[in-house]
């Protein structure tokens, strides 16, 4: 069973950073790759960043290109996104699956919320 447990979401002054992490479990890790998305309120969700299977590729949305880093840890069935230089307009719950530029897994985790406020 596919499970995908993201955390590390709180509040955020403006020019801050947070490092958000996704545990995922019930499949070949490795042999996936992994993106961040998230989801505003009112709004649809949308892709932030993905990492290819051994982390060779990476891709990231035009708005957070520059200040956002994914990683992963495959010994760790683990993916990672470092929020730099947050803005407000980058509130949302975040959330993680697999895949390149589409979602792979039709259920996904609960997402951790990021508010960016002063």
């Known amino acids: 069973q596919v499970q995908l447990v993201e955390s590390g979401g709180g509040l955020v002054q403006p020019g801050g950073s947070r490092r958000l992490s996704c545990l995922a479990t019930?499949?070949?890790?490795?042999?996936?790759?992994m993106s961040w998305y998230r989801q505003a309120a009112g709004k649809e969700r949308e892709l932030v960043a993905g990492i290819q299977s051994f982390g060779g590729s990476t891709n990231y949305g035009d708005s957070v290109k520059g200040r956002f880093t994914i990683s992963r840890d495959n010994g760790k069935n683990m993916v990672y996104l470092q929020m730099n230089s947050l803005k407000p307009e980058d509130t949302a719950v975040y959330y993680c699956?697999?895949?390149?530029?589409?979602?792979?897994?039709?259920?996904w985790g609960q997402g951790t919320q990021v508010t960016v406020s002063p």
């Open positions: 699956n697999a895949g390149w530029r589409a979602p792979t897994w039709t259920s």
């Open positions: 019930g499949f070949e890790f490795r042999l996936y790759a």
